[in-house]
């Protein structure tokens, strides 16, 4: 029997095991996801006071629709004889899927490195947690002024005081002039410290010292920068993009036999743009990866990969959010309004769970208008 292997547990990982279970029908056709933990973690939402409400069990998304779930980490892919090996053993495959996402890279050679938290993961998440758990008035230093700095900063703020660190010489670099004067504001109603084109250089018990020269009390200190795609990359490609990521073609393809989705495929979107690491892209990376991956052994049209146009929509904790449209940042809400779609997309984020029709009936939806979203005028006419 012909075999289809996935590997990783995340948004794409998942939308993948969905996408090749839709694409193989009543056919022959054998699905494994492999990952190690027994959840989906819904990292988008991990800035949240109570990590443990951000997962779902995979068991209830994958064995209604007919995945094997084995639990173990994958070392590595040979790519010439097709076979991962996952806790010491090899796994054949027909087609291979490579959804094993990323992880935050932490600075080498920083003194005091192991104190660091992050919200990565949900151990980080949870670890952070527990250690403010119950605090008042603390203090927290939050490294990096992009996409998980400020919704981590703007959410700790409501529970202490905040000093948000980053190298460049202004907030959100990497999110453009669009949206800045909005998170600007937002950091002063929040009474959030910034202290830009600065680093860390120590991680003290108890202390802080800033490239600056400046040292501070701290009670946490939150490192959100280095994002790097898995390293299983490399096993798959030596022509990765900066990120660490494996490119690909319209159809997800990276070699002949294997397919890339979520965080480490590097496709192109929307003309020169590439995809961002983030659940936006993964799930309709996974959900085409899947499927192509299942439809080309089964004879079966490929699907191109057409994501719905590029949104980003960012929670600023108690200055309420900010919505925007564009690979330009056009912003379309802020305030209330604006975290009133980001609530509504953590929650629309989830996936069904418990029911094949349901779970399949999604994997087949790639690109969804979300109602909740405000529209451009064109989009009115």
Not at 4 to 12: D, K, S, T
Not at 33 to 45: D, F, G, M, T, Y
Not at 343 to 366: E, S
């Amino acid at each position: 029997m012909a075999h289809v292997v996935i590997i990783g547990g995340g948004f794409a990982g998942v939308w993948s095991a969905a996408g090749a279970a839709l694409a193989r029908g009543d056919a022959d056709l054998s699905i494994t996801l492999i990952a190690p933990n027994e959840h989906l973690v819904l990292r988008p939402r991990l800035y949240e006071p109570e990590p443990d409400l951000a997962k779902v069990e995979l068991r209830r998304i994958l064995a209604p629709i007919g995945v094997e779930h084995r639990r173990a980490w994958v070392s590595s892919i040979d790519t010439d004889r097709r076979v991962v090996v996952a806790d010491g053993t090899e796994i054949g495959y027909d087609r291979l899927v490579l959804a094993a996402g990323s992880k935050l890279v932490t600075p080498a050679g920083l003194p005091g490195a192991e104190r660091l938290f992050d919200i990565d993961t949900l151990d980080g998440a949870r670890r952070l947690t527990d250690h403010l758990r119950g605090r008042e008035d603390f203090t927290a230093v939050v490294v990096g002024a992009g996409f998980v700095g400020l919704e981590a900063a703007t959410e700790l703020a409501a529970r202490g005081r905040v000093l948000l660190v980053d190298r460049s010489d202004v907030v959100g670099d990497q999110l453009g002039p669009g949206p800045r004067a909005e998170i600007e504001a937002a950091l002063d109603k929040l009474n959030i410290e910034c202290r830009l084109s600065t680093t860390v250089t120590e991680v003290g018990d108890g202390y802080t010292v800033l490239s600056d020269g400046s040292r501070g009390e701290t009670d946490a200190v939150v490192w959100s920068v280095g994002l790097r795609a898995s390293e299983l990359t490399r096993h798959v490609s030596d022509d990765l993009d900066p990120l660490g990521r494996v490119p690909v073609d319209r159809w997800l393809r990276a070699l002949p036999e294997v397919f890339a989705a979520g965080d480490t495929a590097a496709a192109r979107v929307e003309g020169d743009h590439v995809v961002m690491q983030s659940c936006q892209h993964a799930t309709p990376l996974g959900k085409v990866a899947g499927y192509n991956a299942a439809a080309d052994l089964l004879g079966l049209p490929p699907r191109d990969f057409t994501p719905a146009p590029y949104v980003t929509c960012l929670d600023l904790g108690g200055a309420g959010g900010v919505f925007t449209r564009g690979w330009d940042r056009r912003v379309m809400a802020t305030g209330a309004d604006g975290a009133s779609i980001k609530k509504k997309i953590n929650q629309y984020i989830h996936p069904p769970v418990d029911d094949a029709t349901k779970i399949l009936a999604a994997a087949d939806r790639i690109h969804t208008p979300l109602p909740f979203f405000p529209r451009d005028d064109a989009e009115r006419t």
